[in-house]
């Protein structure tokens, strides 16, 4: 998979050259084309923003260093301008968004982008959250370390990313690691047990329950089998939250 991403400062993004990126990167899986902005100025004087003309406040940034970099990205794919007001992003998305081959990220900063260059190249606007970022930088590096867990031959387990947390709605359930007793805390007996089929039963009672406890709303997106409503009702009935 190739993503090219525009940025005012791609040097964000190197932290991409760590951990299961890094890897994907290594193995020629994923290859990250970062283009500087500043490189395409609108001026002389090497700017890339301006003042916009309702005379509100901060600054934009102008059409043309955005025109000029992406008229020279050749293979674009998808084009997503990381913005506040895009759909946030989630697990269904980032699964879609990981069976492209090309991928074009742009990432706005001070007030934004000038609206031509969403009107004119922009596929989808996405959020990773309803809070702000100083720049799109930090949510292209989100963006793309959920993606690249689900492209083929990046993880050592392949298995690994249908596991985890929302890979199925829920939130995935408790972990733990050696030692089996921390300051007179245990380990739960049933994952000492040995038994796979008892210790597979606690982890989806547990994942439901944690879900029930921490984020109740995603289970209105669940197909939920009997068993599990039977459980929400009883949970509900004892008011654990």
Known sequence: MKINVLAVFPQILDSLNYGVTGTAIEKNILEIHKIDLKDYPLNSYGSI????FSGSEGMIISPIPISKAMNLVKNKGKVIY???QGKTLNQKKVKELATLNDLTLICGRYEGIDQRIIDEYVDEEISIGDFILSGGEYAAVCLIDAITRHIPGTLGNEDSYL???FSNGLLKGDVYAKPESFESMKVPDVLLSGNHKEIDSW???NSLLKTFIKRPELLND???TKKQKKL????ASKDIL
Not at 49 to 52: A, G, I, T
């Open 49 to 52: 923003d301006d003042k916009p």
């Open 82 to 84: 990381l913005s506040p």
């Open 163 to 165: 596991k985890d947390t």
């Open 203 to 205: 982890r989806e009672h």
């Open 222 to 224: 669940v197909k939920l």
């Open 232 to 235: 929400l009702e009883e949970w």
